[in-house]
């Protein structure tokens, strides 16, 4: 089954963007780091803070995905009509998968722009990477790290952003669980379920 059948079968009418949370029923925001600053009094960047931040994304993920699990890696890259590194975009996955077999596999499609914006829908579209694959072929931690950086350029790692009109949005997709976890930045995440029941425990065994 690919992921679009997936979808429809699982979680009809929602489309794979952000604000999965107000697209479906059941499901849980959350805010990470919370009463922590990005920036020090001298305006550097607060490592404390990120590493708060990276430390709750990992748990949520953890808790969420298992290594017999099969998941469905997707990312949207937003490009504007006309660019000429589609193909480079390709490499998105290089740096975070392990095995050259799963690499093979990774499927792009080409979609329209998902932002209810009539204006730049005319000038952008959506380049939508996905492959299936279990945790153990990912690495994740680097994953989750470049989703969290997304508004800090001096933080790495980082995800490929080529020929782009706004950061890619990477999601993590459980197969087996019936699972959707979105990390937006570093501000927060977010996670949908088909059953309440999977995700209850959350609430309870994560440190936010």
């Known amino acids: 089954m690919n992921v679009d059948d997936y979808l429809q079968t699982t979680f009809p009418n929602v489309i794979v963007k952000p604000s999965l949370f107000h697209q479906w029923d059941t499901g849980i925001h959350f805010a990470l780091a919370q009463g922590l600053n990005p920036f020090k009094d001298d305006g550097k960047l607060n490592a404390d803070m990120f590493e708060q931040v ?3 994304a990992t748990a949520i993920f953890h808790d969420l ?17 006309g660019c000429q590194n589609r193909k480079k975009t390709m490499k998105l996955y290089d740096r975070y998968l392990k095995r050259n077999e799963v690499k093979y596999h990774v499927r792009q499609d080409i979609l329209q722009y998902v932002f209810h914006d009539e204006e ?25 790290k470049a989703a969290c950086n997304e508004d800090f350029p001096p933080l790495k790692p980082r995800l490929n952003q080529s020929c782009c009109s706004y ?7 459980n197969a087996t669980k019936n699972v959707i976890f979105f990390i937006y930045d570093d501000r927060g995440c977010e996670v949908i379920a088909a059953d309440k029941e999977v995700i209850r425990p959350l609430c309870e065994n994560i440190p936010i």
């Open 54 to 56: 990276y430390r709750q």
């Open 65 to 81: 995905f298992g290594n017999e699990d099969n998941i469905y890696l997707v990312t949207n890259v937003y490009q504007r009509k």
């Open 120 to 144: 730049e829908a005319d000038q952008f579209y959506t380049s939508r990477f996905s492959v299936k694959c279990r945790k153990p072929d990912m690495k994740y931690t680097h994953m989750i």
């Open 167 to 173: 950061y890619p949005d990477l999601f993590f997709i």
